[in-house]
């Protein structure tokens, strides 16, 4: 099993920046890919950026490229998001997710297919 808790939301003018971090616990010595996902009230669940296992690919949604930053630490085992221009449509509960997989490049964007979730932190962009 693994343990994962987001940490790192909140209130934020329109322009500003945020960083999530989730720290992961339990059998972490496994190797697995990372991603973020959101989930703004009545949409669905959507991909937001995911890091493989060992850093050599990284993926963001369209929406936020450029603006935000995924990274992972595999020593300390967490993995962060820098959120910078954030827009009143960033606004949702952001989970952190893991994988269990041994290939390098796969970090897929379907919520169903990552093991283990976070309990989510919230993140509101006011205008």
């Known amino acids: 099993q693994v343990q994962l808790v987001e940490s790192g939301g909140g209130l934020v003018q329109a322009g500003g920046s945020l960083r999530l971090s989730c720290a992961a616990s339990?059998?972490?010595?496994?190797?697995?890919?990372m991603a973020w996902f959101r989930q703004a009230p009545g949409k669905e669940r959507e991909f937001v950026a995911a890091?493989?296992?060992?850093?050599?690919?990284?993926y963001y949604t369209d929406s936020v490229k450029g603006r935000f930053t995924i990274s992972r630490d595999n020593v300390k085992d967490t993995v962060d998001l820098q959120m910078n221009s954030l827009k009143p449509e960033d606004t949702a509960v952001y989970y952190c997710?893991?994988?269990?997989?041994?290939?390098?490049?796969?970090?897929?964007?379907?919520?169903?297919?990552?093991?283990?979730w976070g309990q989510g932190t919230q993140v509101t962009v006011s205008s």
């Open positions: 890091r493989s296992w060992r850093g050599g690919s990284t």
């Open positions: 997710a893991a994988l269990v997989t041994s290939k390098d490049y796969y970090a897929p964007r379907t919520p169903m297919a990552y093991d283990y």
């Open positions: 339990g059998r972490t010595f496994w190797s697995y890919a």
